[in-house]
C-alpha cells in the first residue's frame, strides 16, 4: 500500500493539473470500490472548483468550492494518470486497462485525471469540510510526522506506558500517521533502534521523551523527506506524476535486504515477521 512519500508525491503530481480548476465533466465507470461511490458524487462535483489540493495521511484532501471536501485513498493498487490533451503526464502500465478506470475527472483547463485501481481498494468520499474533523476515517489518525507539533515530547507521550514493539507503535495510525513498513524499517534503522524493543522505553519513567525518542522522530523526518524528494518507492505500483519510476528503493538500508552486509557495522539485515509483516533490521547495531 502506498506510505505518506508515495502520496506526497501523487499529491504534487495532481495539483497542477486539479488546483484552480473546474470539474467539467465527471465520469463514474464502476461505482464498486472499497466503498460504493454515492450516487449524487457526479452532480454535487461537477461545476465545482479546486481551490486546493492537500493530504492528510495517506489520503488526499480536496478542497472545493461548494464547501465540500472530495477524500480520495489509493488504497493498495489505485494510480492516477494526467492527460493535458496532448502529452500523458501520468503514464502507468497496469493503467493501460480501461477496464480498471474506475473515475474520469474532466476538468476545464483541458486537463484529464482518471483513477484506475485494478483490486478497487481505493475510495472517493464528499465530505462537507466543516464536518471534516469528525469524519470517522480521519478522526482517530494521530500527527503528520512532517508537521512542527510532531517532536519527541509527543511520541513520547503516544508511546509511554506502551508494551508492544516499537515496530508495531509506528505502524498504528493513531500514534502517528501515514508510516508505513517501508519507512518504518528505514527509520528504526537510522535511528539505531530494534523494532522488537518496547515502545514505552522511548519514554522516561515521567514520560518525558529520552535519547531514543529525540533520534527516532530525527530519522522519520528525514527518512520521509528524502524518500519525498526522490518521487517515493516503486516496488509494484507507484509512479510519479510524470510517468516515471520513484527513485527512493535504490536508497533502501535495510528494507527488502535480507541478507546483505549491514550498511553501519559488520552485520547482516535479518528479515522476522512481525504482527504479520514482514521487517529488515541490523541485529547487530539495532538494539
Known sequence: MPELPEVETARRGLAPAMEGARFAKVEVRHRGLRWPIA????????????????RRAKYLLADLSSGDV??????MSGSFRVDDGQIAKYHHEKSKSAAHDHVVFHMSNGATVTFNDPRRFGSMKLVPRARLEQEPLLRSIGPEPLGNEFDAAMLARAC????TS???ALLDQRVVAGLGNIYVCEALFRARLSPKRQASTIA????KPNA?????????????????KAGGSSLRDHRRADGSLGDFQH?????????????????????????????????????
Open 251 to 287: 536508497n533502501f538500508l535495510v528494507y527488502d535486504r535480507e541478507g546483505a552486509p549491514c550498511p553501519a557495522c559488520k552485520g547482516k539485515v535479518k528479515r522476522i515477521v512481525q504482527t504479520g509483516r514482514s521487517t529488515f533490521y541490523c541485529p547487530s547495531c539495532q538494539k
Open 39 to 54: 450516487k449524487d458524487f457526479e452532480k454535487r462535483i461537477t461545476g465545482k472548483t479546486v481551490e486546493g489540493l492537500g
Open 70 to 75: 472530495l477524500m480520495m485513498h489509493l488504497g
Open 166 to 168: 516499537l515496530k508495531a
Open 160 to 163: 509511554a506506558g506502551k508494551k
Open 204 to 207: 522516561g519513567r515521567n514520560g
Open 212 to 228: 531514543r525518542a529525540t533520534a527516532l522522530v530525527e530519522a522519520i523526518k528525514t527518512v520521509l523527506h528524502d524518500a519525498i
